[in-house]
């Protein structure tokens, strides 16, 4: 199974949930938002969520900022 | 002390802030030193920016590590997001990662000067708000924009004193202090802080409170300036409650001239 994670194209040879996905990668649950296919999930879907071929996964959590110091979106859509 | 004039809180949407003082955790060399920073600004708010992890790196450590979410009220910005959409997508995001219903929100019009786009900032902070989001909205400083703001229901306002990162200082006092006698929610002026005067002078205007990263992330002592931002802090807090004189223009002798020679 093909999924997309942060951008980066992934092989997973096991059926995945969400929780499975973050144990792989060794992330802690607690600290991170989770996104399928632009839908951001409940943490109490992570250990229910299976994931499908072709999904985008996008992981995120707390950086330091204040201020931004570079453009964060990429191919700027102009608000409208 | 009881009546200590610099221990009245600030109270936000019901939360009370011992500090009236807020500080981003942005542009640190490491998280050892965003702690220690923090620790000497005396802030019990700071903002954070949410992002993608790194999952290539299993190593990289985790901001919230050393910044104690127990200790400190963390308030997640939008800051980046140039659209309606992006604003909202990131709020809701933070709101995921599961710190709080806060967000610092900022929709930025522009590269260069990184000015709000305030069509875009009523929009997103409307919605949002329907959504239970408690927006403290980094804007303009206008007035108008302001008090619309407050209107739709944010439970302060945050104008900026000059560009983010500039470091210029306030460049419009006249229009922060008629937010302040507009507006009948706090103001937390936001980004244009270059040193501590600056944030001084923005207290001894009423202001509720200062937020600033650059100014101390950027010094060449960066504890040391986050230091001095929290004495400069109350110093002008007490200054504003305390009253100042009037300007005049001619002298007024401070000695009586009743028996002398």
């Known amino acids: 199974m093909k999924i997309i994670v942060n951008g980066e194209e992934q092989e997973h040879n096991i059926p995945l949930t969400v929780a499975n996905l973050l144990q792989v990668l060794d992330l802690r649950t607690e600290k991170v938002a989770v996104e399928v296919n632009l839908k951001i999930l409940d943490r109490s879907d992570f250990p229910t969520l299976n994931l499908q071929e072709g999904d985008k996964v996008e992981i995120l959590s707390f950086i330091g900022g204040g201020s931004p110091q570079r453009r964060h979106v990429r191919g700027r859509k102009r608000y409208e | ?261």
């Open chain 2, 1 to 261: 002390m009881s009546n200590d004039p610099l221990h009245d809180p600030l109270i936000i949407a019901g939360r009370e802030f011992r500090s009236r003082l807020w500080v981003g955790t942005g542009k640190y060399k490491n998280f050892e030193e965003t702690r220690q920073a923090i620790e000497a600004s005396g802030a019990d708010v700071v903002t954070v920016a949410i992002r993608r992890v790194n999952i290539t790196d299993k190593n990289s450590e985790n901001l919230l590590d050393y910044i104690d979410p127990k200790k400190y009220t963390i308030l997640p910005n939008t800051a980046g997001c140039y659209t309606v959409e992006d604003a909202v997508r990131y709020s809701r995001l933070a709101r995921a990662a599961g710190v709080s219903d806060l967000v610092k929100l900022e929709v930025i019009g522009d590269e260069r000067t990184l000015f709000p786009d305030t069509a875009g900032l009523i929009e997103a902070a409307k919605i949002l708000i329907a959504e239970g989001f408690i927006v403290l909205p980094y804007t303009n400083d206008d007035p108008i924009v302001a008090q619309k703001l407050m209107d739709i229901g944010c439970p302060a306002v945050m104008p900026l004193a000059a560009p983010i990162g500039s470091g210029l200082g306030i460049r419009n006092p006249y229009n922060l202090k008629i937010i302040m006698e507009t507006v009948n929610v706090p103001v937390i002026v936001d980004a244009g802080v270059g040193t501590a005067s600056d944030a001084a002078l923005a207290m001894e205007y009423g202001a509720d409170a200062v937020l600033m990263n650059t100014a101390i992330a950027g010094a060449k002592d960066p504890i040391m300036m986050a230091s001095a931002m929290r004495y400069a802090v109350d110093a002008g807090r007490l200054a504003f409650k305390a009253g100042r004189i009037p300007r005049k223009l001619y002298a007024t002798a401070s000695s009586p001239i009743e028996g002398m020679l």
